[in-house]
């Protein structure tokens, strides 16, 4: 079974400092991976979106990569700023019949960015 | 586009008590899914449809039924609340079937904070 993992449960920077936000997967097997931010009481915003034929994905001051053989993706936020403060997400769609659609989400991480 | 609209956005049950969550959208998505989010836990999936007329069982099912009324609506039953459905539920969807980049992106609701005493 599918086991997402973010470390740590929670993170505090000062402004300005690049964020590197890590999710590991135990099956290498996916489709894809996909990094959400939830600000509290909120829903999920969809942040990037990695296939699992793909290294890296960027949006403005987000850049994700993936490293499927070693179970791994990291979210990197350049230049942070206290309206990045938020809990972020990853969650991994698998490959099998029997994953088909749904995501596996990991617990997420919980970042502060103090002025 | 609204995207994925969810109501009621709060509700509190008691025990035995039973409830529909409503879930729509309008990006003309085939798949919907319904997750609980509890503290600590992250999203877990509870049912999902592939298309309309279908719907299969996620990781926790017990004690919800769904029903995917057409293309658009997708919705969540809690028959007898329990305490330990004491959650917050969120509705998504996406388009396993769409090529390109974005292809089974999930756009999530607003999701509905549910407590049951």
């Known amino acids: 079974k599918q086991e997402v993992t973010q470390i740590p449960a929670a993170l505090s920077v000062p402004e300005g400092e690049n964020l590197v936000l890590n999710c590991s997967f135990t099956?290498?097997?996916?489709?894809?991976l996909q990094w959400f931010r939830q600000d509290p009481g909120k829903g999920l915003t969809s942040l990037l979106l990695?296939?699992?034929?793909?290294r890296e994905q960027t949006s403005g001051r987000l850049n994700a990569s993936l490293d499927k053989s070693s179970g791994r993706s990291t979210l990197y936020i350049a230049a942070s700023q206290p309206g990045d403060s938020a809990t972020y997400l990853c969650a991994v769609r698998g490959m099998t019949t029997d994953s088909w659609g749904k995501l596996q989400f990991g617990a997420g991480t919980q970042v502060v960015v103090t002025p | 586009n609204a995207g994925v609209t969810q109501t009621p956005k709060f509700q509190v049950l008691k025990t035995g008590q039973s409830m529909t969550l409503q879930c729509a959208q309008d990006m003309n998505h085939n798949s919907m899914y319904w997750y609980r989010q509890d503290p600590g836990m992250g999203l877990r999936l509870i049912y999902y449809?592939?298309?309309?007329?279908?719907?299969d069982k996620g990781e926790v099912p017990n004690g919800y039924n769904v029903s995917r009324l057409n293309k658009r609506e997708f919705s969540l039953r809690l028959e007898s609340a329990a305490p330990s459905q004491t959650s917050v539920y969120f509705c998504?969807?996406?388009?396993?079937?769409?090529?390109?980049?974005?292809?089974?992106?999930?756009?999530f609701g607003p999701g509905t904070r549910l407590t049951v005493l």
């Open positions: 998504a969807s996406s388009d396993p079937t769409r090529p390109g980049a974005s292809y089974n992106e999930q756009f």
């Open positions: 099956d290498s097997a996916i489709y894809n």
């Open positions: 449809s592939a298309s309309e007329g279908t719907t």
């Open positions: 990695i296939q699992s034929s793909q």
